[in-house]
């Protein structure tokens, strides 16, 4: 029993040296959805409590970011997240393709499928109420009519 703990810590301190990143962003203020759309503020706070860390520059990262296996967890949910949407990038996307990225929010709002379940299990404080969800989705509403 003590030969198998001392190779379970030894391989937990080895694993620490695999690499795993975020793709770093620079990102103009002015391109920000927040800023570029007007955001009101209550809905400005939702969206960066909830949904900035994974998809914008503006990335929380907790103090368990830096701990294999969880920080590739972390950098996986963030990059496949800006990858597929980024608010600070929103004044680069066309009108189709804001308006397509508008809609795809809504169904996955409506959907309870954002934020990802896996996601939530280390932020549970980023699940959105349902009095969030109708704020974010009567805003889209009025912006793809």
Not at 29 to 56: G, T
Not at 87 to 103: G, M, N, P
Not at 133 to 139: A, V
């Amino acid at each position: 029993m003590k030969r198998i703990t001392i190779i379970g810590l030894i391989l937990v301190i080895l694993i620490q040296f695999i690499p795993s990143r975020i793709d770093e962003l620079e990102s103009d203020p002015q391109s920000d959805f927040i800023n570029a759309e007007s955001i009101p503020e209550e809905m400005a706070h939702i969206l960066k409590n909830s949904c900035y860390d994974c998809h914008s520059a503006s990335t929380r990262l907790p103090w368990y970011s830096k701990i294999a296996p969880v920080k590739w967890l972390i950098n996986k949910h963030i990059n496949e997240g800006r990858e597929e949407l980024n608010f600070s990038l929103w004044t680069s996307y066309s009108e189709k393709k804001k308006r397509h990225k508008l809609d795809e929010c809504y169904e996955l709002i409506g959907e309870n499928e954002m934020p990802l379940t896996s996601y939530l299990w280390l932020h549970s404080d980023s699940k959105l109420e349902e009095s969030e969800k109708q704020i974010l989705n009567e805003w889209i509403l009025s912006r793809v009519q």
